[in-house]
DNA sequence: GAGAAATGCGAGCTTTTATTCGTGAATAAG
DNA sequence: CTTATTCACGAATAAAAGCTCGCATTTCTC
């Protein structure tokens, strides 16, 4: 059966299994389009229904690519989507950097609340996949691990610039702020990026309200 | 090809596509407790994986059940997922009735809410599956519908019971507060129903005090 | 008790979908 | 130009999952 058994005296031509690792130094600059192409693939597929119902054929068509280049550069279907996720995470610093500029924790509750909120909803209008590795990531444990790292990591950022703006409030208070705050911001997410541009402006609008009524008491105007 | 063309003399052995239908006369006591037992089988294993994960066989091992079991009563796995979702649509007026009862209209505003909000918490604590059923229903197009159609319900009661408060009120406003009440109810259902005891607690208490701020100013105290 | 219909079983059929393999063109290195 | 490597293709493979079929058993009706 095996298929290489009848040349054994030269050299086994030993089938390299395609180096899909992002660091590969001998990928050339066509490889990583085609990576790009994919992975842009990918979240416009998975946006559409999901990461379970997402075939890679399905995916393979979107970027009209055929099965075998897809699999040149992902070793399986999960990959994919762990790839999409890292893709999203290396603009995720440049986001947090301007959303906990600790610049406006004195700000007016409002505007503080725009500073913070405008730029992971422009985060997630950048890729309409993101929304469904966020939420409905029953992907793979990993990826859960590292969307469940994230939320703690903004919520731990958000009571940081929660305690800026009040040193003297309650510790146990303020954590629990900024848990509930990150929840309420999910709950919104959807309306706010998907919809028609009328919609998003009122679900953002919507969102900061609720968030400010909720806030003020803690946060003080 | 095919299987029945050795006996065509025969009476042909009609097999009786099995009645999946609720309303089947025939129905023996024994055929529904087969029903509900599959459906508490599916109800736990899309609890547990969610709807897409979820494979027939694990549903019928789940129920101690074979296969064919399964699809004497089911005609394919999405009618699983809609019968699912039927036996707790049966359940939902009753639960509507106590939570929208006009008599707390006048209540103050934190009893309201708890009379409000509690009935559907106590309602999502019954069945595990409810949620998966109710938040990631990419199943199908009738379900969707069915769900939004729900939620639309849902809205316009208590819209009602808003405006039975504040007669005076906006409009508009109230609608929309409606719809946010609705949108907050959702985020933080999974948090007040599944994990442990003081989770759950300090969860649904968090969730009335976000609803308390955010309607306080439209529906006083 | 006898016939008919409903229920129950589980091996296996069918479809779907992830993944591979042989081949060959494009590209980089020497 | 020659050679090694990457990139690309798409039919073929294989595993998974949905679903069926013939037959056995139970229950209902008369």
Not at 47 to 74: D, M
Request: contains cysteine; aromatic residues 6%.
């Amino acid at each position: 059966m095996n298929k290489r058994s009848s040349g054994q005296s030269a050299h086994p031509p030993i089938r390299r299994q395609p180096d899909t690792s992002t660091a590969n130094p001998r990928r050339q600059a066509r490889g990583q389009r085609r990576i790009d192409q994919l992975l842009d693939a990918a979240d416009t597929v998975f946006a559409e229904i999901g990461y379970e119902r997402a075939t890679t054929n399905a995916i393979c068509a979107q970027a009209e690519v055929s099965p075998g280049t897809l699999y040149q550069f992902f070793p399986n279907k999960q990959a994919i989507a762990e790839a999409l996720a890292a893709r999203y995470l290396e603009r995720l610093p440049e986001t947090h950097r301007v959303a906990f500029d600790v610049a406006s924790a004195h700000a007016p509750l409002a505007e503080l609340i725009s500073h913070v909120v405008d730029p992971f909803i422009a985060l997630h209008r950048q890729g309409p996949g993101l929304e469904a590795l966020w939420t409905g990531s029953v992907i793979s444990d990993e990826l859960i691990a590292c969307v469940e790292g994230l939320k703690q990591h903004i919520e731990k950022s958000l009571a940081a610039l929660f305690r800026a703006r009040c040193p003297r409030a309650n510790r146990a208070e303020i954590n629990r702020a900024a848990a509930t705050s990150v929840q309420i911001v999910n709950a919104f997410l959807h309306i706010a990026v998907t919809g028609a541009p009328k919609q998003q402006r009122d679900g953002t609008k919507e969102l900061k309200t609720v968030l400010f009524r909720y806030l003020e008491p803690i946060l003080g105007e």
